[in-house]
Every structure is written in C-alpha cells, then in structure tokens.
C-alpha cells in the first residue's frame, strides 16, 4: 500500500504536468470578433491535480517513516 501511494502521486503530478502541457500546446488566440480563445479549464484542472499529488506524496513519505505497530 506504501508503494502504491508513491506511485499514485507520480502519476498525479505527471498528469499535472500534462495538462499544463496540452496548455501550452494548444495556446490561445484573438478570434475576430475580439473574444479570446483559450483553454482556462486546464489550469485549474493542473492544479488540483498538483495539490492532490502534493498532500499523496507527503502522505506516503509520512507513512513510509511511521513504524509498524503490529
């Protein structure tokens, strides 16, 4: 289960990354009617997923250093 946290919040930052990529890859532009295009909805998106990974990886770092209590 500890692994799988580390992993879980790799992939979560990792998609973070993504859309901050499909961001940039798609860009925004002036139409002509004077409305700018451009797709906003992934930076929220980006992050909330970095601040989910975040508080994983800090979870998973904490658990990792906690003995076992068995």
Do not use: Y
């Amino acid at each position: 289960m500890k692994k799988n946290l580390g992993r879980l919040s790799l992939a979560l930052l990792g998609c973070s990354l993504g859309a901050l990529l499909v961001f940039r890859l798609i860009g925004s532009h002036v139409d002509s009617k004077g409305m700018l295009r451009e797709p906003f909805f992934l930076m929220p998106i980006s992050f909330l997923l970095a601040g989910a990974g975040a508080v994983t990886g800090i979870t998973a770092i904490v658990w990792r250093q906690a003995p076992d209590r068995r």
